[in-house]
Protein backbone atom coordinates (compact mmCIF):
# COMPACT_ATOMS: atom_id res chain seq x y z
CA UNK A 1 0.00 0.00 0.00
CA UNK A 2 1.40 3.28 -1.21
CA UNK A 3 0.85 6.58 1.24
CA UNK A 4 -1.13 9.20 -0.75
CA UNK A 5 0.82 12.04 -2.07
CA UNK A 6 -0.50 15.52 -2.51
CA UNK A 7 -0.21 15.21 -6.23
CA UNK A 8 -1.79 11.92 -5.98
CA UNK A 9 -4.68 13.67 -4.21
CA UNK A 10 -4.89 16.61 -6.23
CA UNK A 11 -5.18 14.45 -9.53
CA UNK A 12 -7.75 11.85 -7.93
CA UNK A 13 -10.16 14.57 -6.84
CA UNK A 14 -9.80 16.89 -10.35
CA UNK A 15 -10.76 13.40 -11.93
CA UNK A 16 -13.41 13.17 -9.59
CA UNK A 17 -14.88 16.35 -10.62
CA UNK A 18 -14.67 15.41 -14.58
CA UNK A 19 -16.86 12.44 -13.02
CA UNK A 20 -19.15 15.24 -11.75
CA UNK A 21 -19.58 17.31 -15.27
CA UNK A 22 -20.22 14.19 -16.93
CA UNK A 23 -23.01 13.25 -14.89
CA UNK A 24 -24.38 16.65 -15.09
CA UNK A 25 -24.42 16.61 -19.13
CA UNK A 26 -26.01 13.25 -19.05
CA UNK A 27 -28.86 14.32 -17.27
CA UNK A 28 -29.04 17.43 -19.08
CA UNK A 29 -29.14 15.47 -22.29
CA UNK A 30 -32.55 13.68 -20.77
CA UNK A 31 -34.17 16.82 -19.39
CA UNK A 32 -33.43 19.34 -22.21
CA UNK A 33 -36.46 18.36 -24.33
CA UNK A 34 -38.95 17.12 -22.02
CA UNK A 35 -41.06 19.46 -21.69
CA UNK A 36 -40.91 19.79 -25.78
CA UNK A 37 -40.67 16.61 -27.04
CA UNK A 38 -45.00 16.69 -27.35
CA UNK A 39 -45.27 19.83 -28.97
CA UNK A 40 -42.74 18.91 -31.03
CA UNK A 41 -43.74 15.66 -31.79
CA UNK A 42 -47.04 17.06 -32.66
CA UNK A 43 -45.61 19.64 -35.46
CA UNK A 44 -42.84 17.24 -37.17
CA UNK A 45 -45.63 14.30 -37.58
CA UNK A 46 -49.32 14.48 -37.46
CA UNK A 47 -49.80 10.81 -37.10
CA UNK A 48 -48.01 10.62 -33.47
CA UNK A 49 -50.44 10.05 -30.40
CA UNK A 50 -50.18 9.99 -26.61
CA UNK A 51 -48.63 6.61 -26.44
CA UNK A 52 -46.15 7.17 -29.21
CA UNK A 53 -45.00 10.02 -26.84
CA UNK A 54 -44.51 7.50 -23.86
CA UNK A 55 -42.65 5.35 -25.98
CA UNK A 56 -40.07 8.41 -27.10
CA UNK A 57 -40.00 9.41 -23.42
CA UNK A 58 -39.39 5.58 -22.39
CA UNK A 59 -36.37 5.28 -25.35
CA UNK A 60 -33.67 7.03 -23.79
CA UNK A 61 -34.40 4.75 -20.45
CA UNK A 62 -34.52 1.77 -23.11
CA UNK A 63 -30.95 2.83 -24.21
CA UNK A 64 -29.70 3.47 -21.22
CA UNK A 65 -30.53 0.15 -19.76
CA UNK A 66 -29.08 -2.01 -22.40
CA UNK A 67 -25.64 0.15 -22.64
CA UNK A 68 -25.01 0.17 -18.75
CA UNK A 69 -24.36 -2.73 -18.20
CA UNK A 70 -22.41 -3.15 -21.54
CA UNK A 71 -20.27 -0.09 -20.68
CA UNK A 72 -19.83 -0.98 -16.99
CA UNK A 73 -18.54 -4.13 -18.12
CA UNK A 74 -15.94 -2.62 -20.12
CA UNK A 75 -15.05 -0.11 -17.50
CA UNK A 76 -14.03 -2.88 -15.00
CA UNK A 77 -11.66 -4.07 -17.92
CA UNK A 78 -10.10 -1.30 -19.67
CA UNK A 79 -9.14 2.25 -19.05
CA UNK A 80 -12.42 4.28 -18.07
CA UNK A 81 -11.48 7.12 -20.91
CA UNK A 82 -12.77 4.57 -23.64
CA UNK A 83 -16.04 3.57 -22.64
CA UNK A 84 -16.35 7.58 -21.58
CA UNK A 85 -15.40 8.90 -24.81
CA UNK A 86 -16.76 6.48 -26.68
CA UNK A 87 -20.50 7.30 -24.71
CA UNK A 88 -20.25 10.69 -25.17
CA UNK A 89 -19.57 11.02 -28.77
CA UNK A 90 -23.14 8.84 -29.17
CA UNK A 91 -25.15 10.92 -27.31
CA UNK A 92 -23.50 13.90 -29.37
CA UNK A 93 -24.82 12.49 -32.52
CA UNK A 94 -27.71 11.51 -31.38
CA UNK A 95 -28.57 15.02 -30.63
CA UNK A 96 -27.43 16.46 -34.17
CA UNK A 97 -29.64 13.94 -35.32
CA UNK A 98 -33.02 14.84 -33.73
CA UNK A 99 -31.73 18.69 -34.85
CA UNK A 100 -32.65 16.67 -38.09
CA UNK A 101 -36.36 14.91 -37.73
CA UNK A 102 -38.40 17.44 -39.51
CA UNK A 103 -36.23 16.83 -42.63
CA UNK A 104 -37.58 13.47 -43.33
CA UNK A 105 -40.75 13.62 -45.85
CA UNK A 106 -42.34 10.99 -43.56
CA UNK A 107 -41.76 8.42 -40.76
CA UNK A 108 -40.39 11.25 -38.47
CA UNK A 109 -41.38 9.85 -35.36
CA UNK A 110 -39.74 7.08 -35.60
CA UNK A 111 -36.38 9.48 -36.05
CA UNK A 112 -37.66 11.33 -33.30
CA UNK A 113 -37.41 7.78 -31.53
CA UNK A 114 -34.24 6.47 -32.67
CA UNK A 115 -32.38 9.72 -31.50
CA UNK A 116 -33.79 9.52 -28.22
CA UNK A 117 -32.84 5.76 -27.62
CA UNK A 118 -29.21 6.92 -28.97
CA UNK A 119 -29.43 9.91 -26.53
CA UNK A 120 -30.04 7.47 -23.78
CA UNK A 121 -27.54 4.58 -25.08
CA UNK A 122 -24.91 7.13 -24.18
CA UNK A 123 -26.30 8.23 -21.38
CA UNK A 124 -25.48 4.33 -20.33
CA UNK A 125 -22.06 6.10 -18.98
CA UNK A 126 -23.36 7.01 -15.45
CA UNK A 127 -22.33 3.17 -14.77
CA UNK A 128 -18.73 3.78 -15.22
CA UNK A 129 -19.35 7.42 -13.31
CA UNK A 130 -20.30 5.73 -10.30
CA UNK A 131 -17.90 3.09 -10.65
CA UNK A 132 -14.95 5.05 -10.62
CA UNK A 133 -15.98 7.57 -7.83
CA UNK A 134 -16.64 4.34 -5.75
CA UNK A 135 -13.35 3.06 -6.15
CA UNK A 136 -11.82 6.38 -6.06
CA UNK A 137 -13.12 7.13 -2.73
CA UNK A 138 -12.55 5.95 0.70
CA UNK A 139 -15.23 5.14 2.86
CA UNK A 140 -15.62 8.41 4.68
CA UNK A 141 -15.48 10.32 1.24
CA UNK A 142 -17.80 8.17 -0.33
CA UNK A 143 -21.47 9.86 1.19
CA UNK A 144 -19.80 13.15 0.15
CA UNK A 145 -19.20 12.43 -3.23
CA UNK A 146 -21.92 10.31 -3.79
CA UNK A 147 -23.87 13.59 -2.78
CA UNK A 148 -22.48 15.37 -5.20
CA UNK A 149 -22.59 13.06 -8.17
CA UNK A 150 -26.34 12.96 -7.38
CA UNK A 151 -26.50 16.48 -7.17
CA UNK A 152 -25.10 17.51 -10.30
CA UNK A 153 -27.39 15.09 -11.85
CA UNK A 154 -29.90 16.64 -10.05
CA UNK A 155 -28.94 20.39 -11.63
CA UNK A 156 -28.89 18.60 -14.89
CA UNK A 157 -32.09 17.72 -14.45
CA UNK A 158 -32.98 21.05 -13.08
CA UNK A 159 -31.06 23.39 -16.26
CA UNK A 160 -32.14 21.33 -18.72
CA UNK A 161 -36.21 22.60 -18.44
CA UNK A 162 -34.18 26.15 -17.79
CA UNK A 163 -32.43 25.81 -21.06
CA UNK A 164 -35.46 24.83 -22.35
CA UNK A 165 -37.04 27.83 -21.11
CA UNK A 166 -34.99 29.94 -22.21
CA UNK A 167 -35.06 28.42 -25.96
CA UNK A 168 -38.45 29.29 -25.81
CA UNK A 169 -37.47 32.88 -26.58
CA UNK A 170 -36.31 31.79 -30.19
CA UNK A 171 -39.98 30.53 -30.60
CA UNK A 172 -41.37 28.14 -32.55
CA UNK A 173 -40.16 29.20 -36.45
CA UNK A 174 -36.67 30.62 -35.26
CA UNK A 175 -33.89 30.99 -38.04
CA UNK A 176 -33.14 28.26 -40.94
CA UNK A 177 -30.00 27.57 -42.42
CA UNK A 178 -31.08 26.57 -45.66
CA UNK A 179 -27.57 25.49 -46.78
CA UNK A 180 -27.47 22.64 -44.47
CA UNK A 181 -31.21 22.53 -44.12
CA UNK A 182 -30.77 23.26 -40.50
CA UNK A 183 -33.45 24.85 -38.41
CA UNK A 184 -33.24 27.08 -35.18
CA UNK A 185 -35.85 26.59 -33.04
CA UNK A 186 -36.99 26.23 -29.93
CA UNK A 187 -37.03 22.52 -30.24
CA UNK A 188 -33.63 22.09 -31.81
CA UNK A 189 -31.54 24.94 -30.01
CA UNK A 190 -31.73 22.91 -26.74
CA UNK A 191 -30.57 20.02 -28.19
CA UNK A 192 -27.50 21.66 -30.54
CA UNK A 193 -26.72 22.90 -27.25
CA UNK A 194 -26.60 19.57 -25.51
CA UNK A 195 -24.31 18.26 -28.68
CA UNK A 196 -22.01 21.35 -27.58
CA UNK A 197 -21.75 20.57 -23.90
CA UNK A 198 -20.59 17.11 -24.90
CA UNK A 199 -18.13 18.03 -26.99
CA UNK A 200 -16.30 20.01 -24.61
CA UNK A 201 -16.72 17.24 -22.03
CA UNK A 202 -14.57 14.88 -24.73
CA UNK A 203 -11.65 17.61 -24.54
CA UNK A 204 -11.50 17.52 -20.96
CA UNK A 205 -11.46 13.78 -20.85
CA UNK A 206 -8.91 13.11 -22.65
CA UNK A 207 -6.81 16.68 -21.19
CA UNK A 208 -7.79 16.53 -17.00
CA UNK A 209 -9.27 12.54 -16.58
CA UNK A 210 -6.59 9.78 -14.71
CA UNK A 211 -6.59 6.35 -13.45
CA UNK A 212 -7.20 6.03 -9.35
CA UNK A 213 -7.92 3.65 -7.25
CA UNK A 214 -8.17 4.30 -3.48
CA UNK A 215 -9.25 1.15 -0.46
CA UNK A 216 -11.87 2.21 1.99
CA UNK A 217 -9.79 3.07 4.16
CA UNK A 218 -8.32 5.64 1.66
CA UNK A 219 -4.92 4.17 1.11
CA UNK A 220 -3.33 4.21 -2.86
CA UNK A 221 -4.07 0.94 -4.86
CA UNK A 222 -3.18 -0.12 -8.46
CA UNK A 223 -5.95 0.31 -10.31
CA UNK A 224 -6.49 -2.27 -12.85
CA UNK A 225 -7.85 -0.11 -15.38
CA UNK A 226 -4.38 1.39 -15.78
CA UNK A 227 -2.55 1.16 -18.99
CA UNK A 228 -0.35 -1.24 -18.63
CA UNK A 229 -0.10 -2.29 -15.31
CA UNK A 230 -1.11 -5.32 -13.97
CA UNK A 231 -2.30 -6.80 -11.21
CA UNK A 232 -0.32 -9.11 -9.39
CA UNK A 233 -1.23 -9.70 -6.40
CA UNK A 234 -4.85 -9.94 -4.93
CA UNK A 235 -5.41 -7.50 -2.53
CA UNK A 236 -6.38 -9.17 0.46
CA UNK A 237 -9.58 -6.62 1.43
CA UNK A 238 -11.18 -7.75 -1.88
CA UNK A 239 -11.92 -11.32 -0.01
CA UNK A 240 -15.04 -11.98 1.29
CA UNK A 241 -18.92 -12.22 -0.76
CA UNK A 242 -20.35 -9.41 -1.59
CA UNK A 243 -24.23 -9.82 0.27
CA UNK A 244 -26.06 -10.72 -2.72
CA UNK A 245 -29.52 -10.40 -0.83
CA UNK A 246 -28.45 -6.69 0.21
CA UNK A 247 -27.82 -5.95 -3.41
CA UNK A 248 -31.26 -7.11 -5.18
CA UNK A 249 -33.01 -5.32 -2.19
CA UNK A 250 -31.15 -1.81 -3.42
CA UNK A 251 -32.15 -2.51 -6.59
CA UNK A 252 -35.57 -3.24 -5.89
CA UNK A 253 -35.64 -0.16 -3.57
CA UNK A 254 -33.83 1.93 -6.61
CA UNK A 255 -36.20 1.28 -9.15
CA UNK A 256 -39.06 1.96 -6.84
CA UNK A 257 -37.85 5.59 -5.98
CA UNK A 258 -36.92 6.14 -9.60
CA UNK A 259 -40.45 4.92 -11.14
CA UNK A 260 -42.23 7.09 -8.59
CA UNK A 261 -40.48 10.20 -9.81
CA UNK A 262 -40.45 9.51 -13.56
CA UNK A 263 -44.69 8.93 -13.05
CA UNK A 264 -44.10 12.42 -11.26
CA UNK A 265 -42.43 13.69 -14.46
CA UNK A 266 -44.46 12.90 -16.87
CA UNK A 267 -47.51 12.97 -15.50
CA UNK A 268 -47.08 16.90 -14.49
CA UNK A 269 -47.76 18.48 -18.33
CA UNK A 270 -51.00 16.00 -18.52
CA UNK A 271 -52.30 16.71 -15.10
CA UNK A 272 -51.81 20.03 -15.38
CA UNK A 273 -53.59 20.66 -19.03
CA UNK A 274 -56.50 18.09 -17.38
CA UNK A 275 -57.37 20.13 -14.32
CA UNK A 276 -56.15 23.81 -14.94
CA UNK A 277 -57.32 24.14 -18.62
CA UNK A 278 -53.61 24.73 -19.19
CA UNK A 279 -52.75 25.48 -23.01
CA UNK A 280 -49.66 23.55 -24.15
CA UNK A 281 -47.00 26.32 -24.21
CA UNK A 282 -48.33 27.26 -20.23
CA UNK A 283 -47.85 23.61 -19.13
CA UNK A 284 -44.28 23.53 -20.96
CA UNK A 285 -43.79 27.25 -19.33
CA UNK A 286 -45.23 26.60 -15.78
CA UNK A 287 -44.04 23.32 -15.17
CA UNK A 288 -40.28 24.01 -16.42
CA UNK A 289 -40.21 26.62 -13.36
CA UNK A 290 -41.48 23.92 -10.97
CA UNK A 291 -39.44 21.40 -11.75
CA UNK A 292 -36.96 24.26 -11.67
CA UNK A 293 -37.95 24.74 -8.03
CA UNK A 294 -37.69 20.87 -6.98
CA UNK A 295 -34.39 21.01 -8.94
CA UNK A 296 -33.23 23.91 -6.53
CA UNK A 297 -34.73 22.31 -3.25
CA UNK A 298 -32.93 18.60 -4.58
CA UNK A 299 -29.33 20.22 -4.37
CA UNK A 300 -29.99 22.07 -0.79
CA UNK A 301 -31.26 18.37 0.24
CA UNK A 302 -28.21 16.78 -1.25
CA UNK A 303 -25.83 18.91 0.59
CA UNK A 304 -28.17 18.70 4.06
CA UNK A 305 -27.90 14.82 3.48
CA UNK A 306 -24.09 14.74 3.71
CA UNK A 307 -24.10 16.41 7.28
CA UNK A 308 -27.47 14.44 8.64
CA UNK A 309 -25.83 10.62 7.72
CA UNK A 310 -23.16 11.57 9.64
CA UNK A 311 -25.79 11.56 12.68
CA UNK A 312 -27.84 9.26 11.66
CA UNK A 313 -26.40 6.62 9.11
CA UNK A 314 -27.67 6.06 5.73
CA UNK A 315 -30.57 3.46 6.55
CA UNK A 316 -32.48 5.92 8.48
CA UNK A 317 -32.39 8.67 5.79
CA UNK A 318 -33.55 6.55 3.20
CA UNK A 319 -36.43 5.40 5.58
CA UNK A 320 -37.20 8.72 6.00
CA UNK A 321 -36.90 9.68 2.40
CA UNK A 322 -39.64 7.26 1.35
CA UNK A 323 -42.35 7.95 4.56
CA UNK A 324 -41.81 11.77 2.83
CA UNK A 325 -42.57 10.76 -0.83
CA UNK A 326 -45.66 8.40 0.59
CA UNK A 327 -46.89 11.30 1.44
CA UNK A 328 -46.35 13.36 -1.25
CA UNK A 329 -48.57 10.90 -3.43
CA UNK A 330 -51.36 10.87 -0.88
CA UNK A 331 -51.88 14.35 -0.51
CA UNK A 332 -52.71 14.39 -4.64
CA UNK A 333 -54.98 12.06 -4.37
CA UNK A 334 -58.55 13.70 -5.72
CA UNK A 335 -61.05 14.69 -2.64
CA UNK A 336 -62.79 18.01 -3.36
CA UNK A 337 -66.14 18.58 -4.99
CA UNK A 338 -65.47 20.23 -8.09
CA UNK A 339 -64.74 18.61 -11.52
CA UNK A 340 -62.35 19.60 -13.88
CA UNK A 341 -63.37 21.85 -16.86
CA UNK A 342 -64.30 19.88 -19.92
CA UNK A 343 -62.86 20.10 -22.92
CA UNK A 344 -65.27 20.57 -26.06
CA UNK A 345 -63.57 20.33 -29.38
CA UNK A 346 -63.76 23.59 -30.71
CA UNK A 347 -65.38 25.10 -28.38
CA UNK A 348 -64.26 27.47 -26.00
CA UNK A 349 -65.34 25.37 -22.09
CA UNK A 350 -66.47 28.55 -20.65
CA UNK A 351 -70.00 27.95 -22.54
CA UNK A 352 -71.42 25.79 -20.20
CA UNK A 353 -72.19 26.11 -16.58
CA UNK A 354 -70.71 23.83 -14.51
CA UNK A 355 -73.29 23.08 -12.31
CA UNK A 356 -75.11 20.71 -14.96
CA UNK A 357 -75.60 17.35 -14.29
CA UNK A 358 -72.85 14.95 -16.57
CA UNK A 359 -75.99 12.77 -18.36
CA UNK A 360 -77.70 16.29 -19.41
CA UNK A 361 -74.44 17.38 -20.60
CA UNK A 362 -74.30 15.76 -24.54
CA UNK A 363 -78.02 17.22 -25.34
CA UNK A 364 -77.30 20.40 -23.74
CA UNK A 365 -73.67 20.61 -25.72
CA UNK A 366 -74.99 20.12 -29.54
CA UNK A 367 -77.58 22.88 -28.32
CA UNK A 368 -75.01 25.51 -27.38
CA UNK A 369 -73.05 24.35 -30.28
CA UNK A 370 -75.66 25.71 -33.00
CA UNK A 371 -75.55 29.21 -31.19
CA UNK A 372 -71.84 29.64 -30.92
CA UNK A 373 -69.51 31.94 -33.47
CA UNK A 374 -67.42 29.21 -35.44
CA UNK A 375 -64.21 30.76 -34.06
CA UNK A 376 -62.08 27.74 -34.43
CA UNK A 377 -58.37 28.94 -33.88
CA UNK A 378 -58.03 28.78 -30.26
CA UNK A 379 -56.52 25.33 -28.96
CA UNK A 380 -58.79 23.28 -26.92
CA UNK A 381 -58.42 23.55 -23.16
CA UNK A 382 -59.60 21.46 -20.02
CA UNK A 383 -59.69 17.60 -19.64
CA UNK A 384 -60.82 15.80 -22.94
CA UNK A 385 -63.44 14.24 -23.26
CA UNK A 386 -61.45 10.59 -24.14
CA UNK A 387 -61.34 10.00 -20.87
CA UNK A 388 -64.37 9.10 -19.58
CA UNK A 389 -63.17 9.96 -15.48
CA UNK A 390 -63.36 13.51 -16.51
CA UNK A 391 -66.96 13.63 -16.40
CA UNK A 392 -66.66 11.95 -12.49
CA UNK A 393 -63.58 12.52 -10.94
CA UNK A 394 -63.04 15.66 -8.86
CA UNK A 395 -59.85 18.62 -9.69
CA UNK A 396 -56.62 17.81 -8.07
CA UNK A 397 -56.62 21.40 -6.61
CA UNK A 398 -53.37 24.00 -7.81
CA UNK A 399 -52.33 23.89 -3.64
CA UNK A 400 -52.33 19.76 -3.63
CA UNK A 401 -50.14 19.85 -7.02
CA UNK A 402 -47.74 22.15 -5.26
CA UNK A 403 -47.72 20.72 -2.17
CA UNK A 404 -46.64 17.19 -3.39
CA UNK A 405 -44.52 18.98 -5.32
CA UNK A 406 -42.79 20.65 -2.47
CA UNK A 407 -42.72 17.16 -0.77
CA UNK A 408 -41.30 14.97 -3.43
CA UNK A 409 -38.84 16.89 -4.05
CA UNK A 410 -37.51 16.70 -1.01
CA UNK A 411 -37.69 12.84 -0.54
CA UNK A 412 -36.76 11.85 -3.99
CA UNK A 413 -33.66 13.10 -3.39
CA UNK A 414 -33.02 11.79 -0.09
CA UNK A 415 -33.60 8.28 -1.20
CA UNK A 416 -31.16 8.74 -4.65
CA UNK A 417 -28.70 9.85 -2.79
CA UNK A 418 -28.47 7.29 0.07
CA UNK A 419 -29.52 4.04 -2.01
CA UNK A 420 -26.39 4.74 -4.05
CA UNK A 421 -24.02 5.08 -1.08
CA UNK A 422 -25.30 2.16 0.57
CA UNK A 423 -24.81 0.52 -2.73
CA UNK A 424 -21.09 1.36 -2.93
CA UNK A 425 -20.35 0.72 0.20
CA UNK A 426 -21.69 -2.99 0.58
CA UNK A 427 -19.78 -4.11 -2.48
CA UNK A 428 -16.76 -2.68 -1.25
CA UNK A 429 -13.41 -2.91 -2.79
CA UNK A 430 -14.07 -5.02 -5.87
CA UNK A 431 -14.22 -3.72 -9.44
CA UNK A 432 -17.95 -1.89 -8.96
CA UNK A 433 -18.34 -1.36 -13.08
CA UNK A 434 -21.24 -4.47 -13.79
CA UNK A 435 -22.64 -3.76 -10.45
CA UNK A 436 -23.40 0.12 -10.76
CA UNK A 437 -24.11 -1.12 -14.55
CA UNK A 438 -27.49 -3.18 -13.09
CA UNK A 439 -27.97 -0.61 -10.72
CA UNK A 440 -28.45 1.83 -13.66
CA UNK A 441 -30.41 -0.54 -15.52
CA UNK A 442 -33.01 -1.27 -12.75
CA UNK A 443 -33.38 2.86 -12.28
CA UNK A 444 -33.61 3.25 -16.21
CA UNK A 445 -36.30 0.08 -16.31
CA UNK A 446 -38.56 2.28 -13.77
CA UNK A 447 -38.11 5.56 -15.96
CA UNK A 448 -39.65 3.35 -18.95
CA UNK A 449 -42.23 1.87 -17.31
CA UNK A 450 -43.41 5.49 -15.39
CA UNK A 451 -44.29 6.85 -18.54
CA UNK A 452 -46.27 3.74 -19.45
CA UNK A 453 -48.04 3.53 -16.20
CA UNK A 454 -48.72 7.29 -16.99
CA UNK A 455 -50.05 6.86 -20.23
CA UNK A 456 -52.21 3.65 -19.17
CA UNK A 457 -53.37 3.81 -15.64
CA UNK A 458 -54.07 7.37 -15.60
CA UNK A 459 -55.34 8.03 -19.16
CA UNK A 460 -57.73 5.37 -18.74
CA UNK A 461 -58.98 5.22 -14.60
CA UNK A 462 -57.71 8.52 -13.98
CA UNK A 463 -55.50 10.22 -11.02
CA UNK A 464 -57.54 8.27 -8.04
CA UNK A 465 -56.50 5.44 -9.40
CA UNK A 466 -52.94 6.43 -10.50
CA UNK A 467 -51.94 7.67 -6.95
CA UNK A 468 -53.89 4.92 -5.05
CA UNK A 469 -51.64 2.51 -6.49
CA UNK A 470 -48.23 4.59 -6.36
CA UNK A 471 -48.58 4.85 -2.56
CA UNK A 472 -49.03 1.00 -2.43
CA UNK A 473 -46.27 0.52 -4.63
CA UNK A 474 -44.25 2.41 -2.03
CA UNK A 475 -45.82 1.33 1.65
CA UNK A 476 -44.34 -2.40 -0.44
CA UNK A 477 -40.30 -0.66 -0.06
CA UNK A 478 -41.04 0.34 2.82
CA UNK A 479 -41.88 -3.12 4.39
CA UNK A 480 -39.10 -4.58 2.04
CA UNK A 481 -36.53 -1.39 3.59
CA UNK A 482 -37.39 -3.01 7.16
CA UNK A 483 -36.86 -6.60 6.71
CA UNK A 484 -33.37 -5.81 4.81
CA UNK A 485 -32.38 -2.98 7.21
CA UNK A 486 -29.75 -4.61 9.14
CA UNK A 487 -27.93 -6.08 6.16
CA UNK A 488 -26.98 -2.73 4.48
CA UNK A 489 -23.57 -2.38 6.19
CA UNK A 490 -20.44 -1.27 4.56
CA UNK A 491 -18.57 -4.20 3.09
CA UNK A 492 -15.62 -3.27 5.22
CA UNK A 493 -17.68 -3.40 8.13
CA UNK A 494 -19.48 -7.05 7.75
CA UNK A 495 -15.81 -8.21 8.01
CA UNK A 496 -15.02 -6.58 10.88
CA UNK A 497 -12.06 -4.53 8.58
CA UNK A 498 -13.76 -1.34 10.16
CA UNK A 499 -16.02 0.33 12.96
CA UNK A 500 -19.17 1.28 11.70
Known sequence: ?????????????????????????????????????????????????????????????????????????????????????????????????????????????????????????????????????????????????????????????????????????????????????????????????????????????????REHRVDDMGRQCKSINSEGEENDAVD??????????????????????????????????????????????????????????????????????????????????LHGGLLIVLVGFFILLPWGKKLPNIQWQEIKNNSIPRTVPTEMLMPFWSLEEMQLPSNHTAEPVGCPLTQSWCLNTPKVYLAQYLSSDVLIGLGYPVCNVMSYTLYSKILGPKPQGVYMGWLTASGSGARILGPVFVSQIYTHLGPRWAFSLICGVVVVSLLLLEIVYKRLIAFSVRYGRMQE
Not at 238 to 264: M, S
Not at 299 to 313: A, H, P
Open 1 to 209: DFVETQEHYKSRWRSIWIMYLTMFLSSVGFSIVIMSVWPYLQKIDPTADASFLGWIIASYSIGQMVASPLFGLWSNYRPRREPLVVSTAISVAANCLYAYVHVPHSHNKYYMLTARALVGFGAGNVAVVRSYIAGATSLTERTSAMANTSACQAVGFILGPVFQTCFTLIGEEGITWELIRLQLNMYTAPVLFGALLGVINIILIFAIF
Open 236 to 317: QETEGNVDHVAVVALNVLFFVILFVFAVFETIATPLTMDMYSWTRKEAVFYNGIILSVIGIESVIVFMVVKLLSKKTGERAI
